[in-house]
């Protein structure tokens, strides 16, 4: 029974793309934690898989320019770990406008606000930072929307210019547009007026 566990999980990690990261509970249909946590070793040791941290698994990604393998993606790490300790999460600072191409500068700690505790994380080479915000300020909007709005917030009111809002109108389908004017009316004013801008056609 165990081959036909390990064959299980050899399978879903061999058709992922490099660079994905894995927690224990995304094997939880397959065989218990014990048996997935030990067939997930087993993947270490071979070098399919790398260790993270303590539950956290990638599947690396090698370069044949650098010959080495290379570091972990900060957002799929982020995401993984919202998806093991089962907190929603969105990308906030600096975070927010890298991942909406807003500033070229690669943050030095990416950030997200997050349902869970606040908590901070360094791990290959990378630090995480976790800001605690209600519930009700992540669950009631889209990714789309609290991005934006984060994003908004680090850039400050008086540096979102006519370029940002062009740029971000761009980014954004209509749907996606419309659903932001809808969810972000408990925004602060300037924010929500900034999104109205964004919204328009």
Known sequence: MSESYSKQIRQIVSAAES?????????????????VR??????????????LMNGLYEKPVYS?????????DPDAIAEALARNFRWTI????D??????????Q?????????????????????????????QREI?????????VIEALKALGKDNVTDTVIEDLRKRFSKN????????????????????GMISKA
């Open 19 to 35: 660079g994905t990261i894995f927690i224990n509970s995304d094997f939880s249909a397959i065989a218990s934690s014990s048996t």
């Open 38 to 51: 030990r067939q997930l070793n087993r993947l270490v040791a071979e070098g399919t898989l790398r260790r």
């Open 64 to 72: 044949e320019f650098l010959k080495e393998y290379l570091a972990a």
């Open 90 to 93: 969105a990308p906030c600072c």
């Open 95 to 104: 975070t927010a406008l890298n991942l909406l191409g807003l500033s070229t």
């Open 106 to 134: 690669v943050p030095s700690s990416w950030s997200y606000i997050s349902d869970g505790p606040y908590r901070t994380y360094e791990l290959d080479g990378i630090r995480l930072t976790f800001k605690h915000r209600t």
């Open 139 to 147: 669950l009631d909007m889209s990714a789309s929307t609290i991005l």
């Open 176 to 195: 996606e547009k419309a659903a932001m004017l809808k969810e972000a009316t408990e925004a602060t004013d300037w924010i929500y007026r900034k999104i």
